[in-house]
């Protein structure tokens, strides 16, 4: 039998593996099962925190590990322990969220709370980009900070993604890391940490390395990711920014694009 050319396939969630109704089409299981099938490792890796990806990893048939909170957590869906997380100084986000006020004016925010069992807290104003994320309003801001937390979610009522995404990177500098990973998702992460810090992990954790590295994204907080696999493949309906580093583009997260992929390369 021939030896794999990828024997680890990074996948995103939102906008990659998953429709926009939240599901995993029956083509891109089978697909995945294949991979699986031929010796090829899946890792989900995405900014979702390890609490909103249990019943998505349970679709997926993996008890494994997985990448979660843009990088800040290494998940292992067996044992539901994070094997691995890095916290956001709340001092830090709360002088960071101010540096961007005082650049754009208000902004509405929301935390992704660290641990297994970890909330979503929203202030007043901030909507929820996916609805069916689960999600708990408090009343002030500075409740928000009650907890330890992973991430902080921006949004602006006027002001584009990439708009605040260039306005955040612009005056926060080394208090945290700006990604952008979806529509009406803007976040601050812990200073240096990106997909690829929790994928270089988990690839040590399996013995792997990233010379056999596959990766799959759609939006810029992927580009960390492409640049650290041996591949990079973006989906048609990927942010430009991601496309220009890309590899290759397939067909959009609608369309199976996924699987059109590993059809071609585990036959």
Same mark, same amino acid.
């Given at each position: 039998?021939?030896? %794999?050319?990828?024997?680890?396939?990074? $996948?995103?969630?939102?906008?990659?593996?998953? *429709?926009?109704?939240?599901?995993?089409? /029956?083509?891109?299981?089978?697909?995945?099962?294949?991979?699986?099938?031929?010796?090829?490792?899946?890792?989900?890796? $995405?900014?979702?925190?390890?609490?909103?990806?249990?019943?998505?990893?349970?679709?997926?048939?993996?008890?494994?590990?997985?990448?979660?909170?843009?990088?800040?957590?290494?998940?292992?869906?067996?044992?539901?322990?994070?094997?691995?997380?890095?916290?956001?100084?709340?001092?830090?986000?709360?002088?960071?969220?101010?540096?961007? #006020?005082?650049?754009?004016?208000?902004?509405?925010?929301?935390?992704?709370?660290?641990?297994? #069992?970890? %909330? $979503?807290?929203?202030?007043?104003?901030?909507?929820?980009?996916?609805?069916?994320?689960?999600?708990? *309003?408090?009343?002030? *801001?500075?409740?928000?900070?009650?907890?330890?937390?992973?991430?902080? %979610?921006?949004?602006?009522? /006027?002001?584009?993604?990439?708009?605040?995404?260039?306005?955040?990177?612009?005056?926060?500098?080394?208090?945290?890391?700006?990604?952008?990973?979806?529509?009406?998702?803007? #976040?601050?992460?812990?200073?240096?940490? $990106?997909?690829?810090?929790?994928?270089?992990?988990?690839? /040590?954790?399996?013995?792997?390395?990233?010379?056999?590295?596959?990766?799959?994204?759609?939006?810029?907080?992927?580009?960390?990711?492409?640049?650290?696999?041996?591949?990079?493949?973006?989906?048609?309906?990927?942010?430009?920014?991601?496309?220009?580093?890309?590899?290759?583009?397939?067909?959009?997260? /609608?369309?199976?694009?996924?699987?059109?992929?590993?059809?071609?390369?585990?036959?």
């Amino acid at each position: 039998m021939a030896a %794999l050319a990828y024997t680890l396939i990074a $996948t995103d969630l939102d906008g990659t593996l998953l *429709r926009g109704d939240d599901t995993v089409s /029956e083509r891109s299981l089978a697909a995945l099962a294949r991979t699986a099938a031929a010796g090829a490792r899946h890792l989900v890796v $995405t900014g979702r925190p390890a609490p909103r990806v249990r019943e998505l990893l349970g679709v997926l048939h993996t008890t494994g590990l997985a990448v979660c909170g843009q990088g800040a957590q290494l998940y292992d869906a067996g044992s539901d322990r994070l094997l691995w997380s890095v916290t956001l100084d709340r001092e830090l986000a709360e002088t960071a969220l101010g540096k961007i #006020e005082a650049e754009v004016g208000e902004v509405y925010a929301a935390v992704d709370q660290d641990g297994v #069992e970890g %909330l $979503t807290l929203i202030e007043p104003g901030y909507r929820m980009p996916h609805a069916a994320l689960p999600a708990v *309003r408090v009343e002030r *801001r500075d409740e928000l900070w009650r907890a330890p937390i992973s991430k902080v %979610l921006l949004r602006h009522p /006027e002001l584009s993604d990439d708009e605040l995404a260039a306005a955040a990177r612009g005056v926060v500098g080394p208090l945290a890391t700006v990604t952008m990973s979806g529509p009406g998702t803007v #976040e601050l992460q812990p200073c240096g940490i $990106t997909k690829a810090t929790g994928l270089a992990l988990a690839a /040590e954790h399996l013995g792997l390395g990233r010379e056999s590295a596959l990766a799959f994204g759609d939006m810029p907080n992927d580009i960390p990711m492409f640049q650290w696999a041996a591949r990079g493949i973006a989906m048609a309906n990927a942010h430009p920014e991601l496309k220009a580093v890309a590899d290759e583009v397939t067909t959009s997260n /609608e369309d199976d694009g996924i699987a059109v992929v590993l059809e071609r390369l585990f036959v």
